[in-house]
């Protein structure tokens, strides 16, 4: 795990310095409202529907023991006690004062955390798969690269006013993208060409929100040396180009539709001729200096027969393991998944007291450390075998081991119109309808993996574009309605839902799904899971069951 230098600390708490004489001349009137807008965005600092959020940044998702402690006393001190994990791996606060923000950053420095570019139009945080590191099938842990992109990204004076904001995936497996780079503003997935040397697949243009948009390749093979001079050239060429007269056409995906991914491509090509070979090209040296914080822990050989033999003698337990538990680049240890989608609790949220649990388990099971999932789970990445069923029984008890991960009801969803003022209509409600009516783990598990994610407004920061089964907050003449998409995939194959027809009251949503599960569990082949049926099937049959007018 990365740790500051000396050089980190001090910018961090100057920075905290500055906003907390920004936020006194805020309150002695000296700084107007309108002034002060754009410098708490810049220290992730919004004003939602009732109260103050504040977003805290989670470089790719890593957090120590330590820093979750600090979370959960600020939540506790400064908050209502709770927590919430976003699909950008990071953490807000919910209904802390304006006033004590300036407190919050300063306790959160002393463990090297910070809000700083979690808002505004300017590069947010670099996101990645939440088991890099420990799989074996990833051709190199990306977190190295990602930490180099948040060195090179933070306070760049020439990024910090685009046109809009900007977001960055790095993948590193081949068959599999848990990080949805194609729906970043650029996605990179690590490759190695046939001489063995390490790059990068370059992907620019791809984004949710109102216009949403599959990322289009730019570059197939670009050298690891070459990363930010590349990056450079297109935020670049975005910085030059981007609409600034219209918030709604101003991302980079945009740009790249008016230009053509082609024609897009030459003008990075070209920009990039002028820096390529510049005091940006990454060395060897620095590639692995970065590299000396991602080092693998002290793992131990030990014996498995005593978990072989737990898994024959508990039913429930082999379910756990099956369903959240992943297998280990390491002989002898797993990934385990704490899933944060107990029914009746939003999908994301944690107690002050869960999060302290959670730290716990990380220093007693995985090194001290945590990662914080794209999909709103937590991760413990190094934990023995040997000890699964130990950590098993801890995590039942504080309500993280629903065996749920990657079913119906480990869905993604916003805090929606009950928090943020954006949303057109509430999301959680929603959310735990759908988890009451579809309770039954061995229906789930018949169902297969299913993603259903859940969006507030069209922000789409719960990823509805991308969800088999996506749903969409609207406002109808002041009263909420929602509106179903189908056919999203975040993966490999990401594609757009489409959306299946007029939206529906609220309390007709479980309705709506159990009807669109219906039509899947009647049309599949053999195990099909849903994405599949779908694709061959298409939307009619969906769309006329959900539409038919009773009897």
């Known amino acids: 795990m990365y740790k500051y230098d000396d050089y980190d600390r001090k910018i961090v708490q100057e920075r905290v310095a500055q906003f907390r004489g920004q936020t006194e001349r805020f309150f002695d009137g000296t700084l107007g409202a309108d002034e002060y807008l754009p410098l708490r965005l810049q220290n992730g600092l919004y004003v939602q529907r009732h109260a103050p959020m504040l977003r805290v940044a989670v470089p790719y998702g890593m957090l120590s023991s330590t820093q979750l402690r600090t979370l959960a006393r600020v939540s506790r001190d400064y908050d209502k006690g709770y927590v919430h994990f976003t699909t950008r791996q990071n953490v807000q606060f919910n209904w802390p004062e304006i006033k004590d923000v300036p407190s919050i950053l300063e306790e959160l420095a002393e463990v090297e955390m910070h809000a700083i570019q979690t808002s505004g139009n300017c590069i947010r945080n670099t996101t990645t798969d939440q088991f890099a590191g420990v799989v074996e099938d990833e051709v190199l842990d990306p977190r190295p690269y990602c930490e180099i992109i948040r060195q090179w990204s933070t306070f760049h004076p020439e990024f910090a006013f685009l046109p809009r904001k900007f977001k960055i995936a790095v993948n590193s497996v081949p068959d599999v993208d848990r990080a949805a780079i194609l729906v970043h503003d650029i996605g990179l997935q690590i490759i190695k060409n046939e001489a063995g040397e390490v790059g990068f697949k370059v ?103 005593e978990h072989e033999a737990q898994l024959a003698a508990n039913p429930e337990f082999a379910n756990w393991v099956k369903r959240n538990v992943n297998t280990h680049k390491q002989d002898g240890y797993a990934i385990v998944t704490l899933t944060l989608k107990k029914t009746g609790t939003p999908p994301g949220d944690a107690s002050d007291k869960q999060v302290e649990i959670i730290a716990n388990l990380a220093d007693k099971y995985s090194f001290g450390e945590v990662r914080v999932a794209h999909d709103q789970n937590i991760v413990l990445a190094d934990v023995q075998q040997a000890r699964l069923y130990e950590l098993w029984q801890e995590a039942k008890l504080a309500g993280f081991a629903t065996a749920n991960l990657g079913m119906l009801t480990d869905m993604i969803c916003c805090p929606g119109g009950d928090f943020c003022g954006l949303a057109n209509a509430k999301s959680i409600p929603v959310a735990e309808q759908i988890q009451l ?100 099937i298409g939307m009619d049959l969906f769309k006329e069951r959900v539409y038919a007018k009773a009897d």
């Open 203 to 305: 992907f620019v243009g791809g984004g949710l929100g109102r216009t949403p948009v599959i990322g289009s390749e730019i570059k197939a093979f670009l050298p690891e040396k070459h990363l930010l001079t590349y990056l450079d050239a297109i935020l670049r060429v975005y910085n030059l180009n981007g609409r600034r007269d219209n918030k709604y056409k101003a991302r980079i995906k945009i740009l790249v539709k008016a230009m053509t991914p082609s024609v897009f491509a030459e003008a990075v090509e070209k920009e990039w001729a002028h820096n390529k070979d510049s005091d940006a090209t990454l060395t060897s040296a620095e590639i692995d200096r970065v590299k000396t914080f991602f080092v693998a822990p002290d793992y131990v050989s030990v014996s498995n027969a």
């Open 437 to 536: 009516r579809f309770d039954d783990l061995d229906y789930l598990y018949d169902l297969g993996e299913l993603e259903l994610n859940i969006s507030g407004c069209m922000n789409a920061c719960g990823h509805h574009h991308i969800g088999n089964i996506g749903i969409l907050g609207v406002d109808k003449r002041g009263e909420e309605f929602y509106q179903v998409s189908l056919g999203g995939d975040s993966g490999k194959n990401a594609a757009i839902g489409k959306i299946l027809g007029p939206s529906f009251a609220r309390n007709d949503m479980p309705d709506v799904i159990e009807k669109i599960i219906n039509v899947f569990v009647e049309n599949r082949h053999d195990d099909e899971l849903f994405i599949d049926t779908y694709r061959r």
